[in-house]
């Protein structure tokens, strides 16, 4: 089916799995997580797949084993593209993002020394101060000094604090996302994003890469 827009059940499924989130709640509700949430948003990724390739839906289920919350279900349902675009709904609405979220240590090696070099340091730098512009947010895990080693007076200090980095914007739960325009915001969305995310398949997995 063409995308057509999430529903008003989209957003009260997530409400009501923030107040209970069990496996009870799960199992009656799970009929509207299907079809109101799992496959809209399917959906979705499918028409935007011609320009931004094939997306995958994340699992519902939360990892708990070496964590204190063993609530088991996700709080919202998101999917992947592209190697770093993001679209995610849940209780409160719709959120996009794009960048560099979770490399492991080469990957974390080669970013710095990207952000280091001139050229492609300045590029990302100019990458992330356009989307700064136009209203996304800048966020990642951080240091809260330097990498050891760096100089306290590098260009770029603030980019090599970063151990990921991404750029994110939202929107509440209003009635046009019952209409196709959310396909039309996520798509504008992306478009801007995938600077930053092409950026980074470039410089921490360059082509040859093995892994």
């Known amino acids: 089916m063409a995308f057509a ?34 496959a809209p948003l399917a959906e979705l990724c499918a028409e935007l797949e011609a320009e931004f390739g094939p997306a995958k839906l994340f699992r519902p289920y939360r990892d708990v084993r070496f964590s204190h919350d063993k609530t088991p279900y996700k709080t919202h349902q998101g999917a992947h593209a592209l190697g770093g675009l993001y679209v995610q709904v849940d209780a409160d609405g719709l959120m ?55 100089d306290p007076g590098h260009p770029r200090l603030d980019l090599l604090r970063h151990r990921s980095l991404y750029a994110h914007e939202g929107w509440p739960a209003d ?29 921490l997995d360059p082509p040859g890469d093995p892994a």
């Not at 080469?106 to 101060?129: C, H, N, P, Q, T």
């Not at 196709?180 to 478009?191: C, F, H, L, T």
């Open 96 to 150: 996009v993002a794009g960048g560099m979220f979770a490399p492991d240590p080469e990957r974390l090696r080669r970013y710095r020394a990207a952000v280091d070099a001139d050229s492609s340091g300045k590029e990302l730098e100019a990458i992330v101060d356009r989307l700064r512009a136009q209203g996304l947010e800048i966020a990642g895990d951080r240091l809260k000094t330097r990498p050891r080693g760096t």
């Open 175 to 203: 009635p046009w996302m019952h209409t196709r325009e959310v396909a039309d915001r996520v798509r504008d969305s992306w478009r801007r994003l995938r600077p930053l995310v092409e950026w980074g398949n470039a410089h």
């Open 5 to 38: 827009g999430f529903s008003d059940e989209t957003f009260a499924f997530y409400e009501g799995l923030l107040a209970d989130n069990s496996k009870s709640y799960w199992t009656a509700h799970k009929p509207t997580y299907e079809s109101r949430v799992r």
